[in-house]
RNA sequence: GUGGGUGUAGCUCAGUUGGUUAGAGCGCCAGGUUGUGGCCCUGGAGGCCGUGGGUUCGAGUCCCACUACUCACCCCA
Protein backbone atom coordinates (compact mmCIF):
# COMPACT_ATOMS: atom_id res chain seq x y z
CA UNK A 1 0.00 0.00 0.00
CA UNK A 2 1.16 3.15 -1.47
CA UNK A 3 1.89 5.70 1.34
CA UNK A 4 0.00 9.05 0.44
CA UNK A 5 -0.31 12.43 2.20
CA UNK A 6 -3.26 13.01 4.50
CA UNK A 7 -6.82 13.35 3.89
CA UNK A 8 -7.28 17.03 2.80
CA UNK A 9 -3.68 18.33 2.72
CA UNK A 10 -1.88 18.92 -0.08
CA UNK A 11 2.36 18.99 -1.19
CA UNK A 12 3.52 22.02 -2.46
CA UNK A 13 6.20 21.06 -5.33
CA UNK A 14 8.97 22.81 -6.90
CA UNK A 15 6.74 23.66 -10.34
CA UNK A 16 4.04 25.64 -8.05
CA UNK A 17 6.03 26.98 -5.24
CA UNK A 18 7.26 30.19 -6.64
CA UNK A 19 3.54 30.81 -7.02
CA UNK A 20 3.09 30.90 -3.21
CA UNK A 21 6.88 33.32 -3.23
CA UNK A 22 5.10 35.47 -5.36
CA UNK A 23 2.19 35.94 -3.00
CA UNK A 24 4.51 36.13 -0.07
CA UNK A 25 6.79 38.46 -1.56
CA UNK A 26 3.93 40.77 -2.68
CA UNK A 27 1.86 41.03 0.91
CA UNK A 28 5.23 41.86 2.53
CA UNK A 29 6.15 44.42 0.04
CA UNK A 30 2.58 45.93 0.88
CA UNK A 31 2.25 45.54 4.39
CA UNK A 32 5.44 46.85 5.15
CA UNK A 33 4.01 50.47 4.58
CA UNK A 34 1.47 49.60 7.04
CA UNK A 35 3.39 49.92 10.17
CA UNK A 36 2.74 46.08 11.22
CA UNK A 37 5.48 43.79 12.23
CA UNK A 38 5.44 39.81 11.54
CA UNK A 39 4.92 37.80 14.46
CA UNK A 40 5.77 33.66 14.10
CA UNK A 41 3.51 31.72 16.91
CA UNK A 42 3.52 27.93 17.22
CA UNK A 43 1.20 25.77 15.25
CA UNK A 44 -0.01 23.81 18.01
CA UNK A 45 -0.75 25.42 21.36
CA UNK A 46 -2.80 24.09 24.66
CA UNK A 47 -6.23 23.36 24.33
CA UNK A 48 -7.63 25.36 26.40
CA UNK A 49 -6.35 28.32 24.40
CA UNK A 50 -8.91 27.64 21.90
CA UNK A 51 -11.66 26.83 23.88
CA UNK A 52 -11.49 29.41 26.01
CA UNK A 53 -10.98 31.87 22.82
CA UNK A 54 -12.99 30.76 19.70
CA UNK A 55 -15.36 29.63 22.32
CA UNK A 56 -16.84 26.17 23.48
CA UNK A 57 -20.21 25.73 21.64
CA UNK A 58 -18.62 26.61 17.78
CA UNK A 59 -18.67 24.15 15.19
CA UNK A 60 -14.47 24.58 15.24
CA UNK A 61 -14.24 23.63 18.44
CA UNK A 62 -16.38 20.94 19.15
CA UNK A 63 -15.95 19.11 15.96
CA UNK A 64 -12.80 20.47 14.10
CA UNK A 65 -9.81 20.45 16.28
CA UNK A 66 -6.97 18.37 16.10
CA UNK A 67 -6.43 17.54 19.66
CA UNK A 68 -4.45 15.17 21.24
CA UNK A 69 -2.79 14.07 24.21
CA UNK A 70 1.31 14.71 24.30
CA UNK A 71 3.76 12.49 26.74
CA UNK A 72 2.94 14.93 29.25
CA UNK A 73 -0.57 14.52 29.72
CA UNK A 74 -1.15 17.53 28.38
CA UNK A 75 -3.43 18.52 26.04
CA UNK A 76 -2.31 20.14 22.81
CA UNK A 77 -4.45 21.11 20.09
CA UNK A 78 -3.02 21.97 16.44
CA UNK A 79 -4.37 25.74 15.69
CA UNK A 80 -7.96 26.16 14.10
CA UNK A 81 -7.44 29.41 13.55
CA UNK A 82 -4.62 32.23 14.03
CA UNK A 83 -5.76 34.84 16.00
CA UNK A 84 -5.96 33.26 19.46
CA UNK A 85 -1.85 32.32 19.47
CA UNK A 86 -0.82 35.62 18.44
CA UNK A 87 -3.32 37.36 21.60
CA UNK A 88 -1.60 34.61 24.01
CA UNK A 89 2.04 35.84 22.45
CA UNK A 90 1.30 39.59 22.62
CA UNK A 91 -0.07 39.14 26.10
CA UNK A 92 3.20 36.80 27.18
CA UNK A 93 5.42 38.37 25.62
CA UNK A 94 4.89 41.47 27.70
CA UNK A 95 4.22 43.87 24.13
CA UNK A 96 0.81 44.37 26.36
CA UNK A 97 3.17 46.64 28.07
CA UNK A 98 4.66 48.55 25.22
CA UNK A 99 2.90 51.56 23.06
CA UNK A 100 -0.24 51.08 21.72
CA UNK A 101 -2.20 50.10 19.14
CA UNK A 102 0.27 46.94 18.58
CA UNK A 103 -0.09 45.56 14.82
CA UNK A 104 1.27 42.19 14.12
CA UNK A 105 0.64 39.80 10.94
CA UNK A 106 1.31 36.07 9.99
CA UNK A 107 1.85 35.16 6.96
CA UNK A 108 1.51 31.38 5.08
CA UNK A 109 0.94 30.00 8.90
CA UNK A 110 -0.61 26.55 8.71
CA UNK A 111 -4.03 26.42 9.96
CA UNK A 112 -5.44 22.79 10.82
CA UNK A 113 -9.33 21.90 10.98
CA UNK A 114 -10.72 18.21 10.46
CA UNK A 115 -13.53 19.26 8.36
CA UNK A 116 -14.68 17.20 5.01
CA UNK A 117 -12.70 18.56 2.09
CA UNK A 118 -13.72 19.85 -0.66
CA UNK A 119 -13.32 22.47 -2.95
CA UNK A 120 -11.64 25.44 -1.29
CA UNK A 121 -11.43 23.56 1.76
CA UNK A 122 -8.74 21.14 3.34
CA UNK A 123 -7.48 19.76 6.77
CA UNK A 124 -4.32 21.91 6.32
CA UNK A 125 -4.25 25.38 4.99
CA UNK A 126 -2.49 28.67 4.90
CA UNK A 127 -3.60 32.04 5.83
CA UNK A 128 -2.00 35.34 5.88
CA UNK A 129 -3.58 37.44 8.75
CA UNK A 130 -3.12 40.77 10.37
CA UNK A 131 -3.96 41.95 13.97
CA UNK A 132 -4.52 45.34 15.83
CA UNK A 133 -4.48 45.33 19.53
CA UNK A 134 -5.42 48.23 21.66
CA UNK A 135 -7.12 50.47 18.89
CA UNK A 136 -11.38 51.00 19.43
CA UNK A 137 -11.66 53.43 16.69
CA UNK A 138 -13.25 52.54 13.59
CA UNK A 139 -10.70 53.70 11.92
CA UNK A 140 -8.64 50.47 12.70
CA UNK A 141 -11.30 48.33 11.31
CA UNK A 142 -11.28 50.49 8.08
CA UNK A 143 -7.41 49.95 7.82
CA UNK A 144 -7.17 46.04 8.07
CA UNK A 145 -10.15 45.94 5.52
CA UNK A 146 -8.22 48.62 3.07
CA UNK A 147 -5.16 46.43 3.93
CA UNK A 148 -6.66 43.13 2.67
CA UNK A 149 -8.09 45.09 -0.84
CA UNK A 150 -5.02 46.65 -0.96
CA UNK A 151 -3.36 43.30 -1.22
CA UNK A 152 -6.01 41.72 -3.36
CA UNK A 153 -5.69 44.58 -5.75
CA UNK A 154 -1.74 44.56 -5.57
CA UNK A 155 -2.19 40.71 -6.69
CA UNK A 156 -4.59 41.40 -9.39
CA UNK A 157 -7.52 40.05 -7.68
CA UNK A 158 -10.75 42.48 -8.75
CA UNK A 159 -13.46 40.68 -9.02
CA UNK A 160 -14.64 40.51 -4.88
CA UNK A 161 -17.01 42.05 -3.17
CA UNK A 162 -17.18 43.10 0.34
CA UNK A 163 -19.70 42.36 3.04
CA UNK A 164 -19.55 44.00 6.21
CA UNK A 165 -21.97 43.97 9.00
CA UNK A 166 -22.23 44.38 13.04
CA UNK A 167 -23.24 41.80 15.29
CA UNK A 168 -23.08 44.68 18.06
CA UNK A 169 -21.55 43.46 21.45
CA UNK A 170 -22.91 41.81 24.54
CA UNK A 171 -24.53 44.68 25.57
CA UNK A 172 -26.97 44.80 22.32
CA UNK A 173 -26.99 41.59 20.93
CA UNK A 174 -28.56 40.04 23.72
CA UNK A 175 -31.85 42.27 22.98
CA UNK A 176 -31.37 41.00 19.60
CA UNK A 177 -31.45 37.49 20.10
CA UNK A 178 -34.23 37.67 21.71
CA UNK A 179 -35.98 40.11 19.29
CA UNK A 180 -34.91 36.83 16.78
CA UNK A 181 -36.53 34.45 18.87
CA UNK A 182 -39.95 35.53 19.07
CA UNK A 183 -40.29 36.43 15.60
CA UNK A 184 -39.46 32.66 15.03
CA UNK A 185 -41.44 31.48 18.04
CA UNK A 186 -44.33 32.74 16.23
CA UNK A 187 -43.41 31.26 13.05
CA UNK A 188 -42.05 27.71 13.72
CA UNK A 189 -43.84 25.88 11.48
CA UNK A 190 -42.39 27.18 8.26
CA UNK A 191 -38.91 26.45 9.92
CA UNK A 192 -36.49 23.24 8.68
CA UNK A 193 -35.05 21.01 11.35
CA UNK A 194 -32.04 21.97 11.85
CA UNK A 195 -33.20 25.65 12.10
CA UNK A 196 -35.71 24.48 15.05
CA UNK A 197 -32.56 23.24 16.32
CA UNK A 198 -30.56 26.14 16.58
CA UNK A 199 -33.45 28.34 17.40
CA UNK A 200 -32.36 28.02 21.14
CA UNK A 201 -28.69 28.26 20.67
CA UNK A 202 -27.45 30.22 18.26
CA UNK A 203 -30.49 32.16 16.62
CA UNK A 204 -28.40 34.12 14.40
CA UNK A 205 -27.29 31.07 12.69
CA UNK A 206 -31.39 31.12 11.25
CA UNK A 207 -30.36 33.86 9.05
CA UNK A 208 -28.11 31.93 6.82
CA UNK A 209 -29.93 29.15 6.38
CA UNK A 210 -30.73 28.20 2.82
CA UNK A 211 -33.79 26.15 2.91
CA UNK A 212 -36.17 28.07 1.58
CA UNK A 213 -38.63 28.82 3.80
CA UNK A 214 -36.29 29.28 5.95
CA UNK A 215 -34.47 32.14 3.84
CA UNK A 216 -38.21 33.31 3.06
CA UNK A 217 -38.92 34.25 7.03
CA UNK A 218 -35.02 34.96 7.20
CA UNK A 219 -35.70 38.17 4.76
CA UNK A 220 -38.44 39.74 7.08
CA UNK A 221 -36.73 38.72 10.62
CA UNK A 222 -35.49 41.34 12.57
CA UNK A 223 -32.14 43.32 11.34
CA UNK A 224 -29.23 43.17 13.95
CA UNK A 225 -28.54 46.33 12.84
CA UNK A 226 -31.81 48.07 13.97
CA UNK A 227 -30.89 46.77 17.58
CA UNK A 228 -27.26 48.15 17.83
CA UNK A 229 -26.13 49.99 21.07
CA UNK A 230 -25.86 53.41 20.90
CA UNK A 231 -21.71 52.90 20.80
CA UNK A 232 -22.00 49.64 18.06
CA UNK A 233 -24.16 51.99 16.09
CA UNK A 234 -21.75 55.44 16.12
CA UNK A 235 -18.90 52.39 15.47
CA UNK A 236 -20.80 51.03 12.54
CA UNK A 237 -21.78 54.62 10.63
CA UNK A 238 -17.87 55.72 11.41
CA UNK A 239 -16.66 52.52 9.54
CA UNK A 240 -18.98 53.37 6.66
CA UNK A 241 -17.77 57.20 7.03
CA UNK A 242 -14.08 55.76 6.05
CA UNK A 243 -14.51 54.13 3.30
CA UNK A 244 -16.40 56.62 1.57
CA UNK A 245 -13.77 58.97 2.37
CA UNK A 246 -11.61 56.38 0.31
CA UNK A 247 -14.28 55.15 -2.07
CA UNK A 248 -14.25 51.08 -1.08
CA UNK A 249 -17.79 50.10 -2.25
CA UNK A 250 -19.34 47.87 0.20
CA UNK A 251 -22.45 45.51 0.93
CA UNK A 252 -24.02 45.60 4.30
CA UNK A 253 -25.24 41.73 4.49
CA UNK A 254 -26.90 41.03 8.18
CA UNK A 255 -26.48 37.64 6.86
CA UNK A 256 -22.58 37.63 8.14
CA UNK A 257 -22.50 35.96 11.68
CA UNK A 258 -19.08 34.27 11.66
CA UNK A 259 -18.90 30.93 13.34
CA UNK A 260 -15.88 32.13 16.38
CA UNK A 261 -17.84 33.29 19.27
CA UNK A 262 -15.28 35.99 19.97
CA UNK A 263 -16.58 38.75 17.23
CA UNK A 264 -18.03 42.28 18.20
CA UNK A 265 -19.20 44.68 16.33
CA UNK A 266 -17.70 44.97 13.00
CA UNK A 267 -17.64 41.32 11.03
CA UNK A 268 -16.74 41.48 7.48
CA UNK A 269 -15.90 39.04 4.70
CA UNK A 270 -14.37 39.45 1.16
CA UNK A 271 -15.91 36.58 -1.70
CA UNK A 272 -15.12 35.82 -4.83
CA UNK A 273 -18.33 33.98 -6.69
CA UNK A 274 -15.47 32.36 -8.57
CA UNK A 275 -14.44 29.02 -6.84
CA UNK A 276 -16.88 27.20 -5.81
CA UNK A 277 -18.94 27.07 -2.64
CA UNK A 278 -16.29 28.20 -0.78
CA UNK A 279 -16.01 31.75 -1.33
CA UNK A 280 -14.75 33.35 1.38
CA UNK A 281 -11.12 34.80 0.77
CA UNK A 282 -10.59 36.95 3.20
CA UNK A 283 -12.30 37.47 6.53
CA UNK A 284 -12.18 39.03 9.99
CA UNK A 285 -13.91 41.64 12.15
CA UNK A 286 -13.49 43.00 15.99
CA UNK A 287 -12.85 41.38 19.07
CA UNK A 288 -13.26 43.65 21.55
CA UNK A 289 -13.70 41.05 24.65
CA UNK A 290 -10.96 38.20 23.48
CA UNK A 291 -7.68 39.85 24.55
CA UNK A 292 -9.56 39.71 28.35
CA UNK A 293 -10.71 36.86 28.11
CA UNK A 294 -7.45 34.71 27.14
CA UNK A 295 -5.99 36.87 30.73
CA UNK A 296 -5.14 40.04 29.42
CA UNK A 297 -6.00 43.37 30.00
CA UNK A 298 -9.03 44.22 28.61
CA UNK A 299 -8.36 45.81 25.47
CA UNK A 300 -9.85 46.17 22.03
CA UNK A 301 -8.69 43.95 19.04
CA UNK A 302 -9.32 43.70 15.05
CA UNK A 303 -7.86 41.25 12.46
CA UNK A 304 -8.55 38.83 9.42
CA UNK A 305 -7.29 35.68 8.02
CA UNK A 306 -7.09 35.68 4.01
CA UNK A 307 -6.73 31.90 3.11
CA UNK A 308 -3.62 31.90 0.87
CA UNK A 309 -5.11 28.66 -1.11
CA UNK A 310 -8.19 30.20 -1.90
CA UNK A 311 -6.49 33.31 -2.99
CA UNK A 312 -3.97 31.37 -5.30
CA UNK A 313 -8.03 30.09 -6.56
CA UNK A 314 -9.16 33.37 -7.53
CA UNK A 315 -5.80 34.23 -8.94
CA UNK A 316 -5.84 31.31 -10.91
CA UNK A 317 -9.42 32.25 -11.98
CA UNK A 318 -8.53 35.58 -13.16
CA UNK A 319 -6.19 34.75 -15.19
CA UNK A 320 -3.57 36.30 -12.74
CA UNK A 321 0.15 36.05 -14.97
CA UNK A 322 2.69 34.87 -11.86
CA UNK A 323 5.71 35.11 -13.55
CA UNK A 324 7.70 31.99 -13.18
CA UNK A 325 11.66 32.18 -11.87
CA UNK A 326 14.69 32.51 -14.07
CA UNK A 327 15.51 29.40 -15.36
CA UNK A 328 19.41 27.80 -15.01
CA UNK A 329 21.74 30.38 -16.42
CA UNK A 330 24.45 27.58 -17.41
CA UNK A 331 24.76 24.19 -17.52
CA UNK A 332 28.04 22.14 -18.33
CA UNK A 333 28.28 19.53 -20.15
CA UNK A 334 31.61 17.29 -19.57
CA UNK A 335 33.28 14.39 -21.61
CA UNK A 336 35.80 12.77 -18.76
CA UNK A 337 36.72 12.86 -15.32
CA UNK A 338 38.93 15.73 -15.78
CA UNK A 339 36.36 17.34 -17.39
CA UNK A 340 34.20 16.92 -14.18
CA UNK A 341 36.91 18.16 -12.02
CA UNK A 342 37.30 21.58 -13.90
CA UNK A 343 32.99 21.88 -14.22
CA UNK A 344 32.81 21.91 -10.66
CA UNK A 345 35.22 24.11 -9.96
CA UNK A 346 33.85 26.50 -12.61
CA UNK A 347 30.19 26.12 -11.00
CA UNK A 348 31.51 26.71 -7.76
CA UNK A 349 32.78 29.95 -9.17
CA UNK A 350 29.78 30.85 -10.75
CA UNK A 351 27.45 30.30 -7.84
CA UNK A 352 29.74 32.38 -5.73
CA UNK A 353 28.96 35.65 -8.67
CA UNK A 354 25.77 34.46 -7.81
CA UNK A 355 25.12 33.26 -11.10
CA UNK A 356 22.84 29.90 -11.33
CA UNK A 357 24.87 27.14 -12.91
CA UNK A 358 24.46 23.28 -12.56
CA UNK A 359 26.40 20.39 -14.29
CA UNK A 360 26.09 17.16 -15.15
CA UNK A 361 25.94 14.80 -11.92
CA UNK A 362 24.07 11.41 -13.62
CA UNK A 363 27.11 10.11 -15.58
CA UNK A 364 25.13 10.73 -19.56
CA UNK A 365 26.17 11.03 -22.44
CA UNK A 366 26.76 14.56 -24.27
CA UNK A 367 24.03 13.94 -25.80
CA UNK A 368 21.67 12.93 -23.01
CA UNK A 369 22.88 16.11 -21.13
CA UNK A 370 22.40 18.43 -23.93
CA UNK A 371 18.77 17.39 -23.62
CA UNK A 372 18.67 17.12 -20.03
CA UNK A 373 20.05 21.24 -20.29
CA UNK A 374 17.20 21.92 -23.36
CA UNK A 375 14.64 20.63 -20.63
CA UNK A 376 15.37 22.28 -17.77
CA UNK A 377 15.22 25.38 -20.06
CA UNK A 378 19.01 26.14 -19.56
CA UNK A 379 20.20 29.21 -21.03
CA UNK A 380 23.35 28.65 -21.87
CA UNK A 381 25.11 25.44 -22.10
CA UNK A 382 28.92 25.04 -22.37
CA UNK A 383 30.88 21.73 -23.16
CA UNK A 384 34.15 20.65 -21.51
CA UNK A 385 36.27 18.15 -22.71
CA UNK A 386 39.51 16.95 -23.54
CA UNK A 387 40.13 20.04 -26.57
CA UNK A 388 38.71 22.31 -24.45
CA UNK A 389 40.91 21.71 -21.33
CA UNK A 390 44.23 21.78 -23.49
CA UNK A 391 43.54 24.82 -25.66
CA UNK A 392 41.66 26.51 -22.79
CA UNK A 393 38.75 27.40 -24.50
CA UNK A 394 34.88 26.67 -25.09
CA UNK A 395 32.05 27.07 -26.87
CA UNK A 396 29.40 29.00 -25.15
CA UNK A 397 26.14 28.27 -26.27
CA UNK A 398 22.90 30.24 -26.12
CA UNK A 399 20.67 27.13 -26.20
CA UNK A 400 17.30 29.37 -27.34
CA UNK A 401 19.37 30.88 -30.64
CA UNK A 402 21.76 28.11 -31.04
CA UNK A 403 24.89 30.55 -31.59
CA UNK A 404 27.59 29.79 -29.90
CA UNK A 405 30.86 32.04 -28.65
CA UNK A 406 34.76 30.95 -27.55
CA UNK A 407 35.10 31.71 -24.31
CA UNK A 408 37.88 31.24 -22.06
CA UNK A 409 37.59 27.86 -20.17
CA UNK A 410 39.73 29.50 -16.94
CA UNK A 411 37.71 32.45 -16.59
CA UNK A 412 33.50 31.78 -15.76
CA UNK A 413 33.08 35.09 -14.93
CA UNK A 414 33.50 36.09 -18.16
CA UNK A 415 31.33 33.83 -19.94
CA UNK A 416 28.25 36.01 -18.87
CA UNK A 417 28.39 39.44 -19.86
C1' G B 1 -21.33 13.59 10.37
C1' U B 2 -24.61 13.34 5.55
C1' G B 3 -25.36 12.90 0.13
C1' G B 4 -23.83 12.64 -5.43
C1' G B 5 -19.78 11.39 -8.93
C1' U B 6 -15.20 8.78 -9.89
C1' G B 7 -10.96 4.96 -8.96
C1' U B 8 -6.86 0.79 -15.30
C1' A B 9 1.20 2.96 -16.05
C1' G B 10 4.16 9.14 -13.32
C1' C B 11 -0.05 12.07 -16.34
C1' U B 12 -4.58 11.93 -19.79
C1' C B 13 -7.43 7.98 -20.99
C1' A B 14 -8.92 3.15 -24.36
C1' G B 15 -10.42 -1.68 -22.99
C1' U B 16 -16.27 -4.47 -27.29
C1' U B 17 -22.42 -8.93 -24.92
C1' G B 18 -17.42 -11.40 -18.75
C1' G B 19 -12.84 -15.22 -22.54
C1' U B 20 -6.25 -16.71 -22.84
C1' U B 21 0.52 -13.16 -21.89
C1' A B 22 -3.81 -5.59 -20.10
C1' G B 23 -3.29 -1.18 -24.39
C1' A B 24 -2.40 3.98 -26.55
C1' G B 25 -0.60 8.98 -26.34
C1' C B 26 2.41 12.02 -23.39
C1' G B 27 6.37 11.70 -19.80
C1' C B 28 10.88 8.94 -18.11
C1' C B 29 15.53 6.03 -19.48
C1' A B 30 18.65 4.29 -23.49
C1' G B 31 20.13 3.88 -28.60
C1' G B 32 19.99 5.83 -34.00
C1' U B 33 28.46 6.39 -35.80
C1' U B 34 33.08 7.15 -32.00
C1' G B 35 31.83 14.92 -28.41
C1' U B 36 25.99 18.20 -28.83
C1' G B 37 19.28 19.92 -27.42
C1' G B 38 14.37 20.86 -29.99
C1' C B 39 11.85 17.15 -35.12
C1' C B 40 11.87 12.03 -36.48
C1' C B 41 12.81 6.57 -35.76
C1' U B 42 13.86 2.19 -32.51
C1' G B 43 14.04 -0.18 -27.91
C1' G B 44 13.35 -0.36 -22.51
C1' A B 45 11.54 0.38 -17.64
C1' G B 46 7.00 1.14 -15.29
C1' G B 47 0.21 -1.72 -13.66
C1' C B 48 -1.77 -7.62 -7.81
C1' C B 49 -6.85 -2.87 -13.32
C1' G B 50 -8.16 1.33 -5.36
C1' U B 51 -8.80 -2.95 -1.30
C1' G B 52 -11.47 -7.24 0.38
C1' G B 53 -15.34 -10.57 -0.40
C1' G B 54 -19.09 -12.84 -3.80
C1' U B 55 -21.24 -14.89 -8.64
C1' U B 56 -18.77 -17.86 -12.65
C1' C B 57 -15.24 -23.05 -15.80
C1' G B 58 -13.28 -18.01 -16.29
C1' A B 59 -13.89 -11.03 -13.63
C1' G B 60 -10.39 -4.86 -15.45
C1' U B 61 -15.58 -5.99 -17.11
C1' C B 62 -21.33 -8.35 -13.03
C1' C B 63 -22.93 -7.93 -7.39
C1' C B 64 -21.73 -6.32 -2.18
C1' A B 65 -18.76 -3.96 1.44
C1' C B 66 -14.78 -0.90 2.55
C1' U B 67 -11.37 2.87 1.21
C1' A B 68 -9.39 7.00 -1.40
C1' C B 69 -10.16 11.09 -4.54
C1' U B 70 -13.77 14.71 -5.93
C1' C B 71 -18.08 17.93 -5.64
C1' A B 72 -21.91 19.54 -2.37
C1' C B 73 -24.47 20.15 2.62
C1' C B 74 -22.77 21.88 7.47
C1' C B 75 -19.05 25.29 8.76
C1' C B 76 -15.28 28.36 7.39
C1' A B 77 -10.18 30.81 4.97
Redesign the pocket.
Request: net charge positive.
Given at each position: MKI?AP??TKDLCPDKSYRWQYVENKIRSVIHAYNYGEVRTPIFEYTELFQRGIGDT???VQKEMYTFLDKGERSITLRP?GTAGVVRCFIESGLVAGPQPTKMYYLSAPIF?Y????????RQ?H?FGVEVFGAKDAAADAEVIELALHILHSLGVNNLSLHINSIGCPHCRPRYNQALKDYYAQRKGALCKTCLERLERNPL?LL???EESCSRLAREAPVITDYLCEECAGHFAALKKYFSAVGISYTVDPKI????DYYTKTVFEIISEDI????????GGRYDGLIEQIGGPSMPGVGF???I??LLMVMEGAGVQIPRPEPLQVFLCT?GQPAKLLAFCAVCALRAAGVSADMDQ?G?????Q???A??IGARFVL?I????IEADKA?L?E??T?VEKEVTLSKPLEWIK
Open positions: KRGTDVERENPQAGRLHQRDCKVRGLGAQGTVCGGMGERIARSIKAFKYDKTGGDEKRMAG
